[in-house]
């Protein structure tokens, strides 16, 4: 799936009527109330076809997780291999965000704000991922 098909997937759900995830929405409401947390839009991500640096700067630093922008599959270390426990990664990939941001797009906070919220808490970034993963 392409970059721009998988952000106009995420925005169609905004005009959806969903059915309530208690799960999900239990997550994307921990998320909302964090103090420490940063919120975009969806077409904040990419100015000009590229990725907005800034933004994710501000993810890295909000997750304290670095970005990798192109996986390697050679990649010899296993810190960041998918099998590795979340509270042990270092890193997250463009999937992954566009994971979460799949999962929080289903959420009521996002049909009302159109905002994807992301908090300093790492545990509730891999919840909501794995959440989307179902």
Not at 34 to 60: A, C, G, R, V
Request: charged content about 30%; some cysteine; proline content about 1%.
């Amino acid at each position: 799936m392409k970059i721009q098909d998988f952000l106009e997937k995420i925005g169609t759900l905004k005009n959806l009527d969903l059915d309530k995830n208690t799960d999900l929405e239990n997550l994307v409401s921990k998320i909302s109330l964090s103090e420490n947390k940063i919120q975009f839009k969806i077409e904040d991500l990419f100015k000009n076809h590229e990725i907005n640096t800034p933004l994710f700067f501000k993810i890295e630093q909000t997750l304290d997780l670095i970005f990798i922008k192109d996986q390697l599959e050679t990649n010899v270390c296993f810190a960041n291999h998918s099998e590795v426990r979340p509270e042990f990664k270092q890193s997250f990939t463009l999937v992954d965000l566009f994971h979460y941001m799949y999962a929080f797009a289903h959420s009521f906070s996002f049909k009302e704000s159109g905002e994807i919220v992301i908090s300093e808490e790492r545990d509730l970034f891999w919840k909501l991922i794995e959440t989307a993963d179902k």
